[in-house]
């Protein structure tokens, strides 16, 4: 048999994959993959059920559903101030996995070089690899993860033709604050390159923090690929709809990609994510504030228990130290240790690097009902000995 492309054959089934599966043999509570478990607004999945009924069921226009773009448009007038021509730059994806697919693949010339921060979610490296594009790394390091200016300007040359930027930041936990985000446009500036920004968390962020948007940053409307999720938004994350905002010249080879890879995503489900988007503002707090509460009860009890608990500024996921517990053995060896013997399941840190030494972190999943998180910690509790 010939071989297979021998970029993407090298890489195994996703750690997600990998422990949702080990989760459900082992019975455990699964605070590995990223999900909530609530059933999302009644009124976007009533909204969705209408229009299976009554339609939109066909093939969509490729770009999307005019009112879904225009929905984007207004959600990026009314949270950050872009002003964007919903005709000539929203573009809908399946999901945000497809948008950065298109972004990439649009976008890279084989031989350009990408600057990635690591860890990093895990279909970044693949696709810019098999893109063509040559890979800088730029890690940052617990429990702090500070942006180390220094390396990053080092990564840049004038090769570099753009950015893969998170924030707020899987799985770090981090909002880049408009000072970090002011010294990437500097250098996106100086060496004439893009950013494509993977913002899925946007409304994911906690204590009052803003999530700031580097395409609202001087000089960078032009600059800037900012993606979306509704499946983030809504808590509504198998319905894989993604939205992409950027300047005309930059969508357009966006628009090539994707009509090639999806050419369009399900019409019913774009009719309720516009209706969503359209929500009241105490739509998008709520979201922000419930998951700030789960945030500080698994946190709580993660700390009780023993295990050295770094804050968390943004998304779903909290991290923590378990060198404290005395267990001999890495991050992999943990996770699979409890979704085996406690019976709850979470991710090596490690698994989303793609260079560096960083092993004595899980990460776990808090966008779970209070009942789950409080049996996942009287799990750990029980089997690490300590009253939680
Ligand atoms: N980017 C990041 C940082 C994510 O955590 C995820 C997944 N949850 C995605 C992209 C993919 O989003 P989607 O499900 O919309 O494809
Ligand atoms: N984004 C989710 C996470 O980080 C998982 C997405 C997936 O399973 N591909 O857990």
């Known amino acids: 048999m010939k071989s297979a492309n021998s970029i993407l054959s090298g890489y195994g089934t996703t750690v997600f994959e990998v422990m949702s599966q080990l989760a459900r043999a082992n019975d455990a509570v699964n605070l590995g993959q990223g999900f909530p478990d609530d059933r999302g607004p009644p009124d976007v999945l009533q909204a969705a059920a209408d229009a299976v009924l009554d339609g939109p069921n066909q093939y969509p226009p490729m770009t999307g559903l005019p009112e879904l773009r225009q929905a984007v448009a207004a959600h990026g007038r009314r949270f950050y101030g872009i002003e964007a021509d919903w005709e000539r730059e929203v573009l809908v994806t399946s999901g945000a996995t497809e948008a950065l697919a298109s972004c ?17 979610y895990d279909s970044y490296l693949p696709i810019v690899r098999r893109a063509g594009a040559i890979p800088k790394l730029v890690a940052l390091s617990p429990p702090a993860w500070e942006l180390p200016i220094d390396r990053l300007k080092a990564a840049f040359s004038d090769r570099t033709k753009l950015l893969l930027l998170n924030t707020p930041m899987n799985p770090a936990a981090k909002v880049f604050t408009r000072e970090e985000l002011a010294v990437i446009a500097g250098l996106l500036e100086k060496h004439d390159a893009y950013a494509v920004c993977d913002e899925v968390y946007e409304h994911i962020v906690f204590d009052g923090r803003r999530h700031e948007s580097l395409i609202t940053l001087p000089g960078m409307r032009d600059r800037c690929l900012k993606i979306g999720s509704a499946g983030k938004t809504f808590s509504l994350t198998g319905w894989k709809v993604g939205y992409v ?5 930059l969508l357009q080879p966006v628009m090539r990609a994707h009509q090639f890879l999806v050419f369009t995503t399900p019409p019913n489900l774009q009719k309720a994510v516009a209706h969503g988007l359209r929500s009241d503002v105490a739509y998008f707090d709520g979201l922000a504030r419930g998951m700030e509460a789960k945030r500080d009860r698994l946190s709580t009890g993660l700390a009780k228990i023993g295990f050295g608990v770094l804050p968390c500024e943004g998304t779903y996921f909290v991290n923590a130290d378990f060198r404290p517990l005395g267990f001999n053995g890495d991050d992999v060896e943990f996770c699979k240790h409890i ?50």
């Open 104 to 120: 990439l693949f649009g976008l890279i010339e084989p031989g350009d070089e990408v600057v990635l921060f690591d860890p990093l």
């Open 245 to 249: 905002t950027a300047a005309p010249a």
């Open 339 to 388: 979704t085996t013997a406690a019976k709850v399941a979470a991710i090596p840190v490690s698994a989303l690097y793609a260079e560096g030494s960083v092993k004595s972190y899980a990460r776990f999943c808090f966008a779970k009902q209070d009942a789950v998180l409080d049996e996942a910690v009287a799990r750990l509790g029980r089997h690490f000995g300590a009253a939680a």
